[in-house]
Nanobody
Framework: QVQLVESGGGLVQAGGSLRLSCAAS????????MGWFRQAPGKQRELVADVSSGGRLNYAESVKGRFTISRDNAKKAVFLQMNSLKPEDTAVYYC????????WGQGTQVTVSS
């Protein structure tokens, strides 16, 4: 089992920045991919960005050039630097890890005001 705990969400004005952090614990040696998903009210959960154990990065088109994902394999953590935030980025952001199974954090709210 893998446990994921997010931090760093909050309220920010459009154009501002936030940094999300996610710390993994438990059976972390089996983790392969890590990343971030988000879910806005009334919408399906969608991939924001992910990073493989080998460092391959993947971003949703809507966040390319604004968000940066990074991973600290030694600390079993993944981060999401979000710049130039827009109101449409408002959502609950979930940390995700894949280790033969999908594991999810509890989610952290990000609200971007116009």
């Amino acid at each position: 089992q893998v446990q994921l705990v997010e931090s760093g969400g909050g309220l920010v004005q459009a154009g501002g920045s936030l940094r999300l952090s996610c710390a993994a614990s438990g059976s972390t040696t089996s983790i392969r991919d890590m990343g971030w998903f988000r879910q806005a009210p009334g919408k399906q959960r969608e991939l924001v960005a992910d990073v493989s154990s080998g460092g391959r990065l993947n971003y949703a088109e809507s966040v390319k050039g604004r968000f940066t994902i990074s991973r600290d394999n030694a600390k079993k953590a993944v981060f999401l630097q979000m710049n130039s935030l827009k109101p449409e980025d408002t959502a609950v952001y979930y940390c995700w890890a894949f280790s033969n199974l999908n594991f999810w954090g509890q989610g952290t709210q990000v609200t971007v005001s116009s």
